[in-house]
């Protein structure tokens, strides 16, 4: 959470926020209800002395939070950001494996030529089994294209497919103050 969505861009580049809309990285809203509250649950977690691992700004890359969650230390992940959903590729379950824009979340970008974007297919890849708890704190993490014999391909089923036990996701815009 808390992240800067326009960390090492110098060029401030065209981004895909989704298949419509072209926004430029430094139009994406940074959100400051998710900053404060990944910071809470961080400082709250410190105080019952549970360790934790709190990525924020630039530490929160792609590669970072794929890092995080295969450390097998945490059973609980907790994922503040912007949610992305492309309801308009189809139902074909080819199309879920060979494009990363069925469902995304956005996080801040590791170099030049990253994407900044979790996509389904790139969760679905990692071996989550030893999550007890994924909590999704984003737009649309719950939403997806039907496919017939998979299920509602979303970033939320992915959590699952992945192995984790629990995923708390939305199936709506949700506002960042009051998350």
């Given at each position: 959470g808390?992240?800067?969505y326009t960390c090492h861009?110098?060029?401030?580049?065209?981004?895909a926020y989704n298949q419509d809309i072209q926004k430029n990285r430094s139009d994406i809203q940074y959100l400051e209800g998710s900053?404060?509250?990944?910071?809470l649950i961080s400082e709250k977690l410190k105080s019952s002395q549970v360790f934790c691992l709190l990525k924020t700004k630039c530490e929160a890359s792609k590669d970072s939070i794929i890092e995080a969650i295969n450390k097998n230390q945490f059973s609980?992940?907790?994922i503040s950001t912007h949610g992305l959903?492309?309801?308009k590729t189809g139902s074909n379950l080819d199309k879920y494996f060979t494009q990363n824009n069925n469902a995304q979340i956005l996080l801040a970008k590791a170099s030049e030529n990253d994407d900044a974007a979790l996509s389904a297919i790139e969760i679905i890849n990692q071996d989550l089994s030893s999550k007890e708890l994924v909590f999704i704190s984003a737009c649309n993490t719950g939403q997806g294209t039907y496919m017939s014999?998979?299920?509602n391909a979303?970033?939320?089923n992915a959590f699952k497919k992945?192995?984790?036990k629990k995923v708390i996701a939305t199936l709506w815009p949700i506002p960042d103050d009051v998350t």
């Open positions: 808390g992240i800067d861009s110098k060029t401030q580049g065209e981004y900053f404060k509250e990944v910071k609980y992940i907790h959903v492309d309801d014999g998979f299920g979303s970033v939320a992945a192995g984790a």
